[in-house]
């Protein structure tokens, strides 16, 4: 059975920096497209974030470009989420999700990020 | 990168039908197939019911059904259950992105 488990949220505050990690099992990790979606308290999903399975493309939403990176470890079948300057807009809860021809088919637990001083 | 534009609340009685509807552009909905949707009970994590605009994944009960006309895509559950209450998301592709509908509430009376 395929399982994604991210870790590394927290409370940060507004400027600061964060890096979510997301580690797969129970599929072949490297051949796989994989995106971050975030869902703010209270609200609907975002698409945030792809990378494909070689890691040599990567594309992000309009709001989070030249802020966040995304990055894949396939020897370690991770997947990560570099975070920087941060803002309140940002805080949500963070999945990452396996995506197969843009269905998001199997999602992580999902990591709480909280941007506040 | 704009939402898709989704009714933010739907109801009906068990054993009615009720169908969201998912509005998008040229570049979104009305150009591809990847349309899917997604059922989220509070708390807890999305999962895909429907995928490329019309089929649906092994264990979904085939009173999921979806649909697309131009540039609105469509999810009718058939026979409400109780338990098809729960919030009801559409996605699209666009492009090299993915792009979700704000989210419909749906209540079963």
């Known amino acids: 059975e395929v399982q994604l488990v991210e870790s590394g949220g927290g409370l940060v505050q507004p400027g600061g920096s964060l890096r979510l990690s997301c580690v797969a099992s129970?599929?072949?990790?490297?051949?796989?497209?994989m995106s971050w979606v975030r869902q703010a308290p209270g609200k609907g999903l975002e698409w945030v974030a792809k990378?494909?399975?070689?890691?040599?493309?990567?594309y992000y939403v309009d709001s989070v470009e030249g802020r966040f990176a995304v990055s894949r470890d396939n020897a370690q079948n991770s997947l990560s989420l570099q975070m920087n300057s941060l803002r309140g807009d940002d805080a949500a809860v963070y999945y990452c999700?396996?995506?197969?021809?843009?269905?998001?088919?199997?999602w992580g637990q999902g990591a709480l990020v909280t941007v506040s001083s | 990168q704009s939402p898709l534009i989704q009714p933010r609340s739907v109801s009906g009685s068990p054993g009615q039908s009720v169908t969201i509807s998912c509005t998008g552009t040229s570049t979104d909905v009305g150009t591809y197939t990847y349309v899917s949707w997604y059922q989220q009970f509070p708390g807890k994590v999305p999962k895909v019911i429907i995928y490329d605009v019309t089929k649906r994944p092994s264990g979904v009960p085939d009173r999921f059904s979806g649909s697309k006309s131009g540039n609105t895509a469509s999810l009718t559950i058939s026979g409400l259950h109780l338990e098809d209450e729960a919030d009801y998301y559409c996605?699209?592709?666009?492009?090299?992105?993915?792009?979700f509908g704000g989210g419909t509430k749906l209540t079963v009376l």
């Open positions: 990378i494909v399975p070689d890691g040599s493309e990567k």
């Open positions: 129970g599929l072949d990790f490297g051949r796989e497209y």
């Open positions: 996605c699209s592709r666009t492009g090299n992105y993915a792009t």
């Open positions: 999700a396996r995506e197969t021809f843009w269905r998001f088919d199997w």
